[in-house]
């Protein structure tokens, strides 16, 4: 049988899509599966749907951060909550997106070192200063990659797939998709194991 692929939808102001990020390393070796990452506009998304954040709702938000950490003990994985929650995504996502469209090697980088500096490291990325340091400190060329998250080649992009996301049903993040079938939530990553077993 062909190896799986799995479409994977996210956005790093998610902890939910931090914490699935951390297991697809092991979830490829588990299974075969290829995997794709696609950048979404979390924000975009929930405009569009009607759907809310956790946070909207205090106690759930206190739940669910509680829940997350329950996660990363059982992944082995670690999780901060960032001070500066909820971090506005927009130019890390739009950086994501440029890369994708110089087909950059790198890309997968990004993915690690955004998500690290967010989940592990607390850095405030609602600063455009830190944004730039963190990765310089990684060794991208910041002044270039921010340079690209205003080309309107890059916005326009970023709002397509976010539209495409939408059009796929998806409502959050993280989402994934195998064989067309949709699965919500890193809490639902058994799931999406059995599903690239199938």
Known sequence: MAAQHLDFYYDF???????????????????????????????????????RPPIACEAKGRYVFDDFMRFAKRYGVPLVRNDNFPIITTTLMRGAVALLLKND???????????????????????????????????????????????????????????????????????FIVNGELFWGQDRLDFVHEALRA
């Open 13 to 51: 102001g998610s902890p939910a899509a931090y914490l699935a990020h951390t297991q697809m390393q092991r979830l490829k070796a588990d299974t075969g599966a290829s995997v794709t990452f696609k950048p979404m506009l979390l924000g975009g998304v929930f405009q569009s749907t009607g759907n």
């Open 105 to 175: 090697p790198r890309y997968d980088d990004y993915l690690n070192v955004i998500y690290k500096a967010i989940w592990v490291d607390n850095r405030n990325l609602n600063d455009p200063a830190v944004v730039a340091q963190v990765l310089a400190e990684n060794g991208f060329d910041a002044a270039a990659l921010l340079a690209a998250t205003q080309e309107q080649p890059v916005k326009d992009e970023l709002k397509k797939r976010t539209e495409e996301a939408v059009g796929h049903g998806i409502f959050g993040a993280p989402s």
